[in-house]
């Protein structure tokens, strides 16, 4: 059986393999660069090409930064 892109079928159950796959992927590496600013590994240098993650990282590294103020002044 040969399977066609239908983006139709895109986030349902009849998607192309390659969607799942593609969905799995992005989420992974969304979560990595999360875990990566949570855990300290991200030090804010650098960008990401997709302007949407970008924001979103930035706003971590802020919202981390301000985290770890409140926390040192204990």
Known sequence: MEYLDQPEHDNSRRAHPAFWRGKHDGI????????????????????????????????????KAEVDKALSKK
């Open 28 to 63: 992974t590496s969304v979560l990595e660069i999360i875990s990566n600013i949570m855990m300290g590994h991200d030090d804010g240098s650098g960008t990401n090409n997709h302007t949407g993650i970008e924001s979103m990282r930035r706003g971590i590294l802020a919202w």
